[in-house]
C-alpha cells in the first residue's frame, strides 16, 4: 500500500479528535457522543455542479447510554485499530477486522455486518474513505480490456509498471482495490461500462474494443468503489466520455448506473471522487426494448417497487425528466429485457448493429 | 284355537290385576308373603322422646373434632386452651398456660403403611388400638366458683358465651364437655377438676362425669385440695381419653406453637410424652383489648331471628324496641326506619306480624352506621405480619387489616398477611394459616371460606401457576384471620369458616388488598433486576471504551481507570435520571 502522508495524517487527526473529545466529555461526567451524518437516501441531494449525491446535514448523534454502550466500545476499538494501522503502516481487510474482534471478548462482533457497519460508520464519521483508515474490502473491483496502458509501481523496486490492457489475450486485467496511485495513458474514444461478465466477455473476444477503439469495463452488477474511482480517474485525465451499457431494468438504471455515475447513498460522503458524472446511459433504455423489437421479461412487483422508488425519492431521477420519463415507461410498458436479449438476432448482433447504431447518437444518450 | 288361548290369558291376567290395585300401600311387584307390622301414630308416640344434646354428640362425636384418636387428642387440648384463654383475657389476667400430656399405655409402634392399612380394612380386620393418655391443662385464669364446675364441665351447651355477642374463642359452650365425654366413653374415666379462686387459700376439686342420657353432671367426689401451682389463681382440667400422640402437622405441637403466635400475650409451655418441656415466653406484656359486648346490628338480621327479638324483648313499643335491642340504632334512625316502613310506632303487645315484616324490610333500606368495631379486637398488621414471619423464610411480607363488616347483623373483621419468595418452596401449593378469633384452624382447610376465596383469585398475574378450583402453586404464604362476635363455623368442632357472601368478600378485598401489594413489590423487584442486569451489562462493555482511548491518546493506567470509574457512575446515575 502506497503511503500518502497527507491523508494519512488527516486520518490521524480526526481519529485523535474524536477520541479526545469523548475522554474529556467522560471526564467531565457528562455522557459522550458520537457524530455521524445519516448514512441513507434520504439525507442526500444531488448536487448539480460537482454532478454527484452529496450528503446534507442530518447528523446521527449516539450518545453513551445503557442501550449505545456496546457498540460505542466497538466503534471506538475499532477507531483504535484503524489508528494503529495508519501508525505501523499496514492494512486490514473488513474480514480481517472482524476476526481481531474476536480477542475482545464480550465485546466482539457476532457477525461481519456488524463489524462493516461500524466501519462505514467512522468512515462517514470522519470523512474520509475506508481505504484512509486502512480497512480494505473484500469487494473484487471490476475488469478493463481494450486500449490502455495502466502505470503501477512496482511493490519492490517502486519503479513504474506499465500494464497494457490490449495483452490480455481472452482474460483482463483486474482493477486493484486501491487506485490513487495508478496513471494512464490511452488513445481510445471513449470508455464502455458494461453490466455482466457475459457480454464483456463477448465484446472481449471479438476485439471489439480494437474496432471501436475504447476501453472496456466489467462492472459485474453495482460498480465496487476501486471502479468508480478508477473509471473516474480515467476519465478526468483522459477526458474522454464514460457510456454505460446495463440490462433494460430498474436494477440497472436505478443501481448500477445511478451508483456509478452519482455514488451510492449509503456512502454519500465519499460519492465526490467516487463517482463517474460525465457517465451517459447508452441502453438497454425501455425505447430500445421497442426499437429493437427485444424479447422482454415481466417487471416483478420488487422491480416496479424500485422503479417507482427511484422516481419518487431518488435525487439523482428527479432532477433528471428524461429519465423520469423513462423510468415510466417502462412501468407502463411492464417488461424489462437484459443485455443478452440482443442475441435473439444473431450473437454478434450486439457488436454488427447494436452498439454501431447506437454509439453514431451519443447525444441522445440519457444523462 | 290360538287367539282363545290368548283371550283366556289376557282375561287371567286381569284378574290377577285386580285386587292387587285395591291394597295401595302395597308394593305393585309380588313378593313371597311376609308379615309387616304398620306402626300407627299412638305406638310411634311411645317411643318418641327428647334427645339429649349429650347423647346425640356421643353418637356424632366427629361433628365436635373427636373423629380419630389423634384428632380427639388435639381437639381436647384445643377445648381446654381456647376456654383457659377466654377466662383470662376476661378477668385481665396475662394468660399462662401448661399442658402437660402423659401417655398411660405403652407406646404403639408407628401405624402401618397407608397401604398396609387399606388392605387390612379391606379384610374387615379390627382397628388398630390406640393409646391411652393423661391430658392436664392448667392456666392462672380467675378460676371458677365451685357449685358452677359441675355444669360448665359435666353438660353439654352450657356457658356463658352462647347469649351473648362477643368476640371470643369458646361460643356454644360444648366444648370442653364433649371432650370430657369423649374421655369418659373411651376410658370410663371420669374428668377432674381443680380451681382456685383468688380469695380462697385452698382449691376446689371436683371428680364427675356425665350421663349422656340426661345432658346432667354427676359428681363423684369433692374437695378442698391444696392449689400447687404458683398463680393466684387458676383451673387446672384432667381428663383421661384414648388417643394417639404424633408430632408434625395438625399436631398438638403445632396447635401450641400457632397459638403462640395469635395470642404473643400468653405464656405457653406443653409437656410433650416423652417428658420434654417446650416454653414459649409471652412476647409482649399488654393485655388485649378486652372486646365488648354488643347489641346485634340491624343489617343482615333476618326476619325469623327479628321476631323472635320481637318475642323476647322487654320493651313496649316497636321503637323502643329497635333502639335498645339493637346496636347504632338511635331514636332518630327508629323514626327514619318506621317512616320508611309507612308505619308509626306501635305496641308490641297487640302488633300485627305484617307490620313487623315491613319493619324488618325497611331496614335495609336507611343508612346506618357500621357496628361499633370496638368489640373487635384486630391482632393487627404488624403482628399478623410478624406471625408469618415466625412460620416462614419468605422474601417479602405484607398484611392488611379491613375495617369490620356485618354479616346477619354480626360484626366481623378480616385480616390478611401474605409471605412471597425466599425459602418458601416454588412448587408446592401455597401454605395457608387460618385463624378464627386467635384460634388456629387446622383441618378441613378446603371446606374453609378462606379457601373458596384463594381458589378463586387468579395468582397468575403474580407468577403463580393455579389450576382451576385449587389453590395456586408458588411460593406463597398466608395468613387468615376472621374475628367476628360471632364466627360460623361449618360444624361445632370449629374447622372451617361457613361461607357467607359477606365474609368471603371481606377476605377476598384482603387477599386482593395483599396482593395488590405483592404485585407492587414484585415489579419493583423485576426492576431492581432489571437494574442490575442494566448494571452489569454497563460494566461489561466500558472496560473496552477505555481501554480503546488509552490505546488511541495513550493514557496511563491511572488515567484509564479513572476513565472508567466516571463512565460508570454517569450511566447509572443517568439511568436514575431517565427513570424520572
Known amino acids: ?367 | 284355537m290360538l287367539r282363545r288361548q290368548y283371550l283366556d290369558m289376557a282375561k287371567q291376567q286381569k284378574k290377577k290385576k285386580e285386587p292387587i290395585s285395591e291394597l295401595k300401600t302395597m308394593p305393585t311387584r309380588k313378593k313371597e308373603p311376609r308379615k309387616i307390622v304398620h306402626e300407627n301414630a299412638e305406638s310411634m308416640a311411645k317411643r318418641q322422646r327428647e334427645i339429649s344434646v349429650s347423647e346425640f354428640f356421643a353418637k356424632n362425636r366427629h361433628l365436635l373434632g373427636f373423629d380419630n384418636p389423634k384428632k380427639a387428642l388435639l381437639t381436647a387440648v384445643k377445648e381446654a386452651v381456647d376456654n383457659s384463654l377466654d377466662a383470662c383475657e376476661e378477668a385481665g389476667i396475662l394468660p399462662s398456660v401448661t399442658v402437660k400430656l402423659d401417655r398411660l399405655s405403652p407406646p404403639m409402634k408407628e401405624p402401618p403403611p397407608e397401604e398396609g392399612a387399606k388392605e387390612k380394612s379391606k379384610k374387615g380386620k379390627a382397628p388398630v388400638p390406640t393409646e391411652r393418655y393423661h391430658l392436664n391443662i392448667i392456666d392462672n385464669g380467675p378460676g371458677i366458683v365451685p357449685n358452677q364446675i359441675p355444669k360448665i364441665f359435666g353438660k353439654l351447651l352450657y356457658g356463658s358465651k352462647f347469649h351473648r355477642l362477643k368476640m371470643s374463642r369458646g361460643q356454644q359452650g360444648i366444648g370442653i364437655s364433649a371432650a370430657g365425654m369423649y374421655g369418659q366413653m373411651t376410658t370410663g374415666k371420669p374428668m377432674r377438676i381443680t380451681s382456685k379462686l383468688p380469695k380462697n387459700s385452698k382449691a376446689t376439686f371436683i371428680e364427675l362425669t356425665i350421663d349422656t342420657k340426661t345432658n346432667k353432671p354427676e359428681v363423684i367426689s369433692e374437695k378442698e385440695v391444696a392449689w400447687t401451682h404458683e398463680s393466684d389463681s387458676g383451673t387446672a382440667v384432667e381428663i383421661t381419653l384414648e388417643g394417639r400422640y404424633q408430632k408434625g402437622k395438625q399436631s398438638i405441637d403445632e396447635f401450641i406453637l400457632l397459638n403462640t403466635l395469635s395470642n404473643p400475650h400468653s405464656d405457653f409451655t406443653f409437656i410433650d410424652p416423652a417428658g420434654e418441656k417446650f416454653y414459649y415466653p409471652r412476647k409482649t406484656d399488654i393485655l388485649v383489648d378486652l372486646p365488648n359486648e354488643i347489641k346485634p346490628h340491624p343489617y343482615g338480621v333476618e326476619l325469623g331471628r327479628f321476631h323472635q327479638m320481637v318475642a323476647d324483648t322487654a320493651s313496649k313499643t316497636i321503637k323502643h324496641f329497635l333502639t335498645k335491642e339493637f346496636s347504632r340504632v338511635s331514636d332518630k334512625v327508629a323514626d327514619e326506619i318506621l317512616k320508611e316502613a309507612k308505619v308509626k310506632d306501635f305496641s308490641l303487645k297487640s302488633s300485627k306480624s305484617e307490620d313487623v315484616n315491613k319493619v324488618h324490610e325497611a331496614i335495609p333500606k336507611i343508612a346506618i352506621m357500621s357496628p361499633p368495631t370496638d368489640c373487635i379486637v384486630p391482632i393487627g398488621d404488624e403482628l399478623i405480619k410478624e406471625t408469618l414471619k415466625s412460620q416462614t423464610n419468605a422474601e417479602f411480607y405484607m398484611a392488611t387489616t379491613r375495617s369490620p363488616s356485618v354479616y346477619r347483623g354480626n360484626p366481623f373483621l378480616v385480616e390478611c398477611a401474605l409471605a412471597y419468595g425466599g425459602d418458601l418452596a416454588g412448587d408446592e401449593q401455597m401454605q395457608v394459616f387460618r385463624f378464627a378469633n386467635r384460634v388456629p384452624l387446622q383441618f378441613q382447610p378446603s371446606a374453609c371460606a378462606s379457601f373458596r376465596v384463594l381458589t378463586k383469585v387468579d395468582w397468575k398475574n403474580y407468577g403463580l401457576s393455579q389450576s382451576k378450583n385449587s389453590l395456586p402453586v408458588g411460593p406463597m404464604a398466608v395468613l387468615i384471620h376472621v374475628a367476628s362476635v360471632w364466627v360460623p363455623f361449618t360444624s361445632e368442632s370449629k374447622e372451617a369458616i361457613a361461607d357467607y357472601p359477606e365474609i368471603k368478600q371481606e377476605i377476598r378485598l384482603a387477599v386482593q388488598d395483599c396482593a395488590r401489594q405483592l404485585s407492587l413489590h414484585l415489579s419493583r423487584r423485576r426492576r431492581a433486576d432489571e437494574e442490575d442486569r442494566k448494571a452489569s451489562y454497563i460494566d461489561t462493555y466500558i472496560p473496552f471504551i477505555g481501554e480503546a482511548l488509552q490505546e488511541m491518546l495513550s493514557l496511563t493506567a491511572p488515567q484509564k481507570d479513572k476513565l472508567i470509574s466516571t463512565l460508570r457512575t454517569t450511566l447509572e446515575k443517568g439511568k436514575v435520571d431517565g427513570e424520572k
Request: charged fraction near 25%; glycine fraction near 6%; hydrophobic fraction near 35%.
Open chain 1, 1 to 367: 500500500m502506497a503511503k500518502n502522508e497527507k491523508a494519512d495524517n488527516k486520518a490521524l487527526e480526526q481519529l485523535t479528535k474524536t477520541a479526545k473529545d469523548v475522554y474529556d466529555k467522560s471526564l467531565k461526567g457528562q455522557k459522550p457522543q458520537l457524530t455521524m451524518p445519516v448514512r441513507s437516501l434520504s439525507n442526500v441531494k444531488y448536487e448539480k455542479k460537482g454532478g454527484y449525491l452529496a450528503l446534507k446535514n442530518q447528523l446521527k448523534v449516539r450518545t453513551l447510554t445503557y442501550n449505545t454502550v456496546k457498540s460505542f466500545a466497538q466503534t471506538l476499538k475499532v477507531m483504535a485499530i484503524s489508528k494503529e494501522l495508519i501508525q505501523t503502516d499496514d492494512h486490514a481487510s473488513k474480514r480481517e477486522t472482524y476476526y481481531i474482534s474476536k480477542n475482545w471478548g464480550a465485546a466482539r462482533f457476532d457477525e461481519q455486518p456488524e463489524s462493516d457497519a461500524v466501519m462505514d460508520d467512522i468512515e462517514a464519521m470522519m470523512s474520509v474513505n475506508r481505504e484512509q483508515l486502512r480497512f480494505l474490502p473484500e469487494e473484487k473491483g471490476g475488469e478493463v480490456a481494450g486500449q490502455l496502458v495502466v502505470i503501477d509501481k512496482d511493490r519492490d523496486t517502486g519503479k513504474p509498471l506499465r500494464i497494457d490492457c490490449t495483452g490480455f489475450g481472452s482474460g483482463a486485467y483486474s482493477i486493484p482495490i486501491s487506485v490513487e496511485h495508478l496513471q494512464f495513458q490511452t488513445k481510445a474514444k471513449f470508455i464502455l461500462c458494461i453490466e455482466t461478465a457475459g457480454m464483456f466477455q463477448r465484446l472481449v473476444a471479438h476485439n471489439y474494443w480494437r474496432k471501436a477503439n475504447c476501453v472496456l469495463i466489467s462492472m459485474g452488477g453495482v460498480p465496487t468503489r476501486a471502479t468508480r474511482r478508477f473509471v473516474r480517474r480515467m476519465a478526468d485525465t483522459l477526458k474522454i466520455p464514460v457510456y454505460t451499457f446495463v440490462d433494460g431494468d430498474p436494477y440497472g438504471i436505478a443501481n448500477i448506473y445511478r451508483t456509478l455515475k452519482v455514488g451510492s447513498g449509503n456512502a454519500a460522503h465519499i460519492n465526490e471522487f467516487f463517482c463517474v458524472p460525465t457517465a451517459t446511459f447508452m441502453g438497454i433504455t425501455p425505447q430500445d426494448i421497442i426499437d429493437y423489437k427485444l424479447p422482454t421479461h415481466p417487471l416483478k412487483d420488487v422491480d416496479i417497487k424500485r422503479a417507482k422508488d427511484a422516481i419518487k425519492n431518488d435525487p439523482f431521477f428527479k432532477f433528471h425528466k428524461t429519465w423520469t420519463q423513462a423510468i415510466e415507461q417502462m412501468i407502463k410498458m411492464g417488461v424489462r429485457a437484459e443485455q443478452q436479449a440482443l442475441a435473439k438476432h444473431g450473437l454478434n448482433y450486439v457488436i454488427e448493429e447494436y452498439l454501431p447504431q447506437k454509439l453514431k447518437k451519443t447525444d441522445k444518450f440519457l444523462p
